[in-house]
């Protein structure tokens, strides 16, 4: 018996992120009731707050932010003249004197790197004195180049360290880079898959982004669900049964997961993340199965 | 995720570039576990040959256009021990070492992906990572000190890149866990990429592994790889916590291939010599410690 909720069970439809695969073990739907009702797995549902009424922002990456000059110009912060490398499919490379970057609008992909040199460290080991300020530029720039505040969740300044060795001697971690990563979140719900991270150097100029910030579609978005708590987690036992498992603490939250037209635009719908915890009779590794919510408007 | 992506279209070429003949990708899923013939490492995960279909994807369609050579998948009982080691470390493997084996051996491939259950050992004199194989038959573990070099005796590997736990630990690499075992000084082997502690399984993991393949043909081979697959979890100590081993002669050599290598642009780091990790500070896995500052 599961605690924290029990709820009749249902023979959840499994969800591996839309890619066909199918559920690990192909129980019979009696075995899976069975050993469902079996299974005692610990659940944390504190993440499962209520999401608010609404749909997607109307401020929002356009697809035509994929378009060279928004790219160039707004995104890279530069009026060099590009030429292109080479056009596979929808995924095209163009290079400036300074840049090169990538797109795939279709995909809602771009990669932009700075080839100059980075410049220098100028203030000892503490290269910037307020990365807040990093974090700023960053928002900025994101939001220039057309994506919108009601996209934006969690935004985590990090610092990229490297560490040396050389025929067994090892130098001390040494800062090489300050990186901004914006993530996606449509309602407070993190988009799944998505995030825009932006990188400065060591004398704060920037030097790279990549992004997977496909354009939303208009329409057909199911950001919510009449589901209880309860039904949520009767679905998530047999979802991690079918999976192999039959106990441990299991944390669910809320997540959008997308699915994307030959256009390149997004559609999201809800599920719930079950997330296993390793060790015990857990899996090996932090396991998460996405569990079905009958998501509706 | 779009099953849209296994499907790339082939219309639309412009400047096609021939075929480059030492342009070999293998990608070796390794779903199966604890079942007859297979190995005892944690549950079976379907997800491990979905994410080595979709690595594989984009390079299937740089290769009908002419941009790359080979592309071959290696799944479960296809990613045997005996083509994760090298000859001369036969001694402990229980099988006949051959990681040059044409298009299995990971050391026939220029880059390889690995998604597989891993490990590490960092005390007692033993600094290692461990990636459990698909078969029973050879080695069931493949082993960084005791079974994987790559890049000598004519072997072609330059990038692998492993989604398993532990497969890139930080405390293995200070003890020359990593570089002096795996590679040789001369050899072409430059970039290991993996996980210092335990990494999360999820659908994220399938978009990311599309979107790292994607986007990495010229630029990022290892600063994608860290900038897409970095999680800061909500629960604390289950951060993914990804890292880039750089292995040549110079810290500049090392830190232009991390950031501007590519798939097709695998750069000459020289002597491998030396190498670098390079990973977010302050990520904090469980089966590892929070990366250092200092």
């Given amino acids: 018996m599961n605690r924290i909720a029990r709820s009749p069970i249902a023979l959840a439809f499994v969800l591996f992120a839309g890619c066909g695969v199918p559920p690990e073990a192909e129980l019979a739907p009696e075995e899976t009731s069975t050993r469902a009702a079996e299974a005692s797995f610990t659940f944390d549902t504190s993440a499962l707050t209520a999401i608010p009424a609404g749909t997607i922002p109307d401020v929002r990456l356009p697809l035509g932010a994929y378009d060279g000059p928004m790219v160039q110009r707004a995104l890279l912060g530069t009026t060099e003249s590009f030429t292109q490398t080479y056009s596979v499919s929808n995924r095209i490379e163009m290079s400036s004197p300074s840049f090169t970057y990538s797109t795939d609008m279709t995909r809602g992909m771009v990669l932009g790197v700075n080839a100059l040199p980075p410049g220098p460290c100028a203030q000892g080991n503490v290269c910037v004195s307020d990365e807040a300020l990093l974090t700023r530029a960053a928002l900025s720039k994101l939001q220039s180049w057309g994506v919108g505040a009601g996209e934006i969740g969690e935004v985590w300044q990090r610092r990229l360290y490297g560490t040396d060795e050389d025929s067994g001697r090892v130098t001390a971690p040494a800062l090489a880079a300050y990186k901004t990563f914006v993530n996606r979140a449509i309602l407070g719900v993190r988009v799944d898959g998505h995030r825009a991270v932006v990188t400065h150097g060591l004398d704060g100029a920037f030097r790279r982004v990549i992004a997977k910030w496909p354009a939303l579609a208009s329409t057909g978005h199911l950001l919510h669900t009449r589901l209880t708590t309860a039904d949520i987690t009767g679905r998530a036992t047999t979802a991690l049964v079918n999976a192999g498992y039959s106990s441990g603490l299991v944390r669910l939250s809320w997540k959008y997961v997308s699915t994307e037209n030959a256009r390149g635009e997004a559609t999201l719908s809800l599920v719930a993340a079950a997330r296993l915890a390793p060790g015990g009779r857990g899996p090996d590794e932090p396991f998460e199965v996405d569990v079905d919510v009958s998501a509706v408007q | ?294």
Wanted: aromatic share 10%; hydrophobic share 35%.
């Fill in chain 2, 1 to 294: 995720m779009n099953p849209r992506h296994l499907l790339i279209p082939l219309a639309g070429l412009a400047f096609a570039q021939p075929a480059l003949a030492t342009d070999d990708l293998q990608v070796y899923g390794i779903a199966n576990f604890n079942g007859a013939g297979q190995c005892s490492s944690g549950n079976s995960h379907q997800r491990h040959v979905t994410t080595a279909a979709l690595f594989a994807s984009p390079f299937n369609f740089f290769s009908a256009v002419g941009m790359w050579n080979a592309v071959t998948t290696l799944n479960n009982t296809n990613a045997q021990g005996r083509w994760f080691s090298d000859a001369g470390k036969a001694a402990s493997c229980s099988c006949t070492a051959d990681d040059l084996n044409a298009s299995h051996g990971i050391d026939d491939a220029d880059v390889i992906w690995v998604h597989t259950h891993g490990s590490h050992v960092a005390s007692g004199g033993m600094y290692y990572s461990s990636l459990s194989m698909g078969t029973n038959a050879y080695a069931c573990e493949a082993r960084t000190d005791t079974n994987i070099r790559a890049g000598q005796n004519g072997g072609d590997l330059d990038i692998a890149v492993i989604k398993a736990c532990q497969s890139a630990d930080y405390d293995v690499f200070v003890n020359g866990g990593y570089r002096p075992q795996i590679s040789s000084a001369t050899g072409g082997f430059t970039m290991w990429n993996g996980f210092h502690g335990d990494s999360s399984c999820s659908s994220a993991t399938e978009t990311n592994a599309f979107t790292y393949s994607w986007s990495t043909f010229s630029d990022g081979a290892g600063e994608n790889w860290i900038d897409l697959f970095y999680n800061d979890s909500p629960v604390a100590d289950s951060d993914d916590c990804p890292t880039s081993i750089v292995m040549g002669s110079t810290p500049v050599a090392r830190l232009i291939m991390y950031a501007n290598g590519g798939w097709r642009d695998r750069k000459n780091t020289g002597d491998k010599t030396a190498s670098t990790l390079f990973y977010i500070a302050g990520c904090d896995p469980s089966n590892g410690r929070v990366l250092p500052t200092n």
